[in-house]
């Protein structure tokens, strides 16, 4: 039925278009032949036509002192035009595919848009519901928040991991280098506490890189989340109520995701190891020193 009625209304439209300017008619006149123009056409046209006047149409001699205003035409356009609107509004409503019938309201138990009939049906009777327009404004104010969140987050988030690590890797070339000073006076009788140290150091190195790759990829994949959710919820905010609720309750919990804080880009056991080993080497100083003043 409803395609009968888009028919009947693209006829309409069609009666009601004139056959000079193919637009609806504007102004509509009828000639003494019985057929309509618009008054602008008509009159346009007959200025560029010779002596001799006739019908666009029918061809049949015509006389503009005969052309009549019909105004039942005007009227009939005028509800031709409205219809058409109408239609073209119906057209694009997105409807239930169970029931054919304008999703009005949204199921917050299953997070999707209903009809009337599926409210009053088993699978929804006893579900919290509310109109589909209160429903989209409501999580629009959730997203809005989120977004606002994200945007500030993205705003102050400036990572300064690397910096630290490059302290601590610039901390450990300074021992490396005092350890190599002070064992060279010394290579037959230090040479294993030198390479022990030495590896200690290598071991370190690698856990503070290890530690530091793995938090510039942490950094790398939240500042992409970020971006992602900033655009999806942008674009999601733009989208009809229906297109905008599908799948909101994901975005939602994916927003809760990005709020986990970022771990710290050098841990603190790290930074005691290297300290223990700053003031282990400290030790060693003090041996060798000692050994040097026993040795003078």
Do not use: W
Not at 101 to 116: A, G, M, N, T
């Amino acid at each position: 039925m409803a395609q009968a009625a888009v028919n009947l209304t693209e006829d309409l439209q069609n009666e009601a278009t004139c056959p000079i300017c193919l637009d609806s008619f504007k102004d509509p006149v009828i000639t003494e032949c019985s057929h309509n123009f618009c008054g602008a056409c008509i009159s346009e046209y007959c200025k560029e036509s010779s002596r001799n006047l006739f019908c666009p149409q029918c061809r049949k001699k015509i006389q503009p002192r005969n052309f009549r205003p019909n105004r039942q035409l005007a009227n009939m356009v005028e509800i031709a035009v409205r219809l058409g609107v109408e239609a073209a509004k119906k057209a694009q409503e997105i409807v239930c595919e169970e029931h054919k019938e304008s999703l009005k309201l949204f199921c917050e138990h299953d997070q999707r848009p209903i009809c009337l009939v599926c409210r009053e049906s088993q699978a929804h009777r006893d579900h919290a519901v509310a109109p589909l327009e209160e429903a989209a404004q409501a999580y629009k104010e959730k997203l809005q928040s989120n977004l606002c969140f994200l945007q500030k987050e993205r705003e102050e988030f400036e990572p300064y991991g690397e910096e630290k690590s490059d302290e601590l890797l610039r901390q450990t070339e300074s021992e490396r280098r005092k350890i190599l000073s002070e064992f060279e006076q010394l290579h037959e009788f230090l040479s294993e506490q030198q390479c022990l140290l030495l590896a200690q150091l290598e071991v370190l190195d690698e856990e503070i890189l290890k530690r530091r790759n793995e938090y510039v990829t942490k950094v790398s994949e939240k500042t992409l989340l970020l971006n992602e959710l900033i655009s999806e919820i942008q674009r999601k905010c733009s989208q009809p109520a229906t297109e905008f609720l599908k799948d909101v309750g994901s975005t939602l919990s994916r927003c809760e995701c990005v709020k986990v804080p970022t771990p710290e880009p050098v841990s603190p056991v790290l930074k005691k190891r290297v300290s223990d080993f700053s003031e282990n080497n400290h030790l060693v100083t003090g041996v060798l020193a000692m050994f040097k003043g026993k040795t003078k």
